[in-house]
């Protein structure tokens, strides 16, 4: 969860976030025995970050980003645009920053929060929270900035449960206390020793430090029988380490034991959380991991996809099976791509030796080894620690092609059009789109099928050229944006900083000339914008800059009949001067947020890979 901030402004240019570094909490029990916490005071301090700002350039509107399993889930302009004295829009959709799905994200209006905000201004908490199964005892994300000194957090809980603090961060460099205060008070400090790095996954823009904070009854016999049990280590878990606090049951664990094969356990281990574990919420609104009753009424339909997968990473890694989380889209009307933001749903994926195997803990049920039609000609990014990977299942299928076609003068573009071919079953769910829900979605769809893939490429006025064809072939006009730059002679460059690499092309477009492009809307594109005709073959592509300093991307693939799997490489050879600005020009748009899991950095000798 991502504490509130509030909003300072120094320059027209700078926005200063304002989030807590103290946090008083205190945890109690009702006449029926029931613990509760409830978050007393919140201090704040300045910090600079820009994980929750956008459109800061224009300075019209900012936007917050919270989980919506959070406290602030509920927050509709009372606490906090009481605070702020300005009116707070809720609305859910995907987070455009982040690889987790659905995210409840809230408007304020940017220059009002500034008449507003007071120094020493902070959010309190207004209602208490049952954390009678723990799984919704807080964690708090602190995130970091070179003006972060300190974060401390008071915690008071009865004489009957202990308090434990786990600090998961990306700080290599960080001083840890835990102090006894009085009547029951730990304080527990937090002294980063230097400017944190931020974490190579998620790049600028990840949050970099969880504070996770454990309660355990000092009294054995006190423990919860029933699904609490199973739900306490879940408050444990993190996105990429998971960990496993509590044993899990006894039947469970002999089946484990006696299987023979790795595939057999995950097998066990995946139709166990999917038929036991349910994401639920009950009268007060709580929402956490508990057994499956007779008596739900607010199951979800696919339960919380991102905990049960980091549960059953857990489970696995004590078998020492190495199962990772994966990200998917399985909403082909909403297919973008394979970018951070464009997945809805999270599953595992399992190496075994040879090629991936995906599985799938919620009610969809996806065994390993099994295909699943809901992920066919999908991207999967599997979140591997060190090394995200992309692998699209089924790698055959039919995918878009794109032809741009566009004519440029000297001062200005004189016409560009578009030819989308669609094939398969694409093509049979763009006719139905033309078919049933009118052009106007038909033009929507292919528009968003080709932003997801290529942003600096919008299509207007898109038209069916030949209905015969067995595939779908439409025409637009093109609005190349920002693909073409201006050249020192008058005539246009071909720039292409869609992902961050240039189509194999003319190196200039002179007055009156024709240039033609055509490349399939796939992972080449994502990664290389590979020239027209590169097969899926491992295949190097020159990335041409009009100074003459060479380029080279190469992508390798490793692919059988049913998978590919990608990964790329670059090598910059440089010039002093102009060339090295147009090297780290390329870097930057690699670098973009667009790209989260691919980083580059400025080569630092004439030959870098």
Sequence with gaps: MLCLP????????????????????????????????????????????????????EARRFYIFDDENAPFDKVRGNRNGRSLGVPVLKMTGPRPDAFMGSWTWYVLDWEQALKNFRPGDFFRTDTERSCRDFSQF?????????????????????????ASFEWN???RDVRTSIEKGSDGEQIFRVTPMRTPEPLALHGDNDLLARLVIHLSLADSSLVPEGPVGFTRWYGSLTTLEPRLDQPFPPDLSTELESAETDRARLLMMTRWVARNIRYVSDTREMRGLVSASPDETLTSRFGDCKAKSTLLCAISDRYS?????????TDDRHMRGCRAGDFNHMIVAWHNGNDWEFGDPTDRGLDFGVPNPDLHAHPVLVLQPDNPTIVYIDAEAELPQLELSLVARRDSLARSEARLILRGSLASRGREYARDRKDLDLSNWLATLVGGYCPSVALRDIRIEDDRSP???CVARADM???????????????????????????????????HLSYPLHLKLQLALAAPGLTPAADSLDLGDPRGASYTA????AEDTARMECHLRLRAGTQEGQDRVWVEDLIRAMNDERNNYFRLSSPDSDSQE
């Design 138 to 162: 807080p964690s708090y994300l602190v995130d970091g900035a070179d003006s972060l000194e300190a974060f401390e957090l008071r915690l008071t809980v009865p004489e009957d449960l202990n």
């Design 471 to 473: 595939d779908l072939i």
């Design 6 to 57: 509030a909003v300072r402004a120094e320059t027209p240019d700078r926005l200063e976030v304002s989030i807590a570094n103290r946090i008083e909490l205190s945890v109690s029990r009702d006449r029926q025995g029931e613990l509760f916490w409830h978050e007393t005071r919140r201090q704040d301090l300045r910090i600079h970050t820009r994980a929750v700002i956008r459109d800061l350039a």
């Design 481 to 515: 944006g920002s693909m073409l730059v201006k050249g020192r002679r008058g005539d246009y460059l071909p720039r292409f900083p869609l992902t961050g690499f240039s189509l194999k092309a003319k190196d200039r477009i002179g007055d009156g000339e024709a240039l």
């Design 169 to 171: 961060s990306s700080w």
């Design 321 to 329: 099976i190495p199962l990772h989380m994966a990200l998917v889209n």
């Design 554 to 557: 190469r992508v390798i693939c």
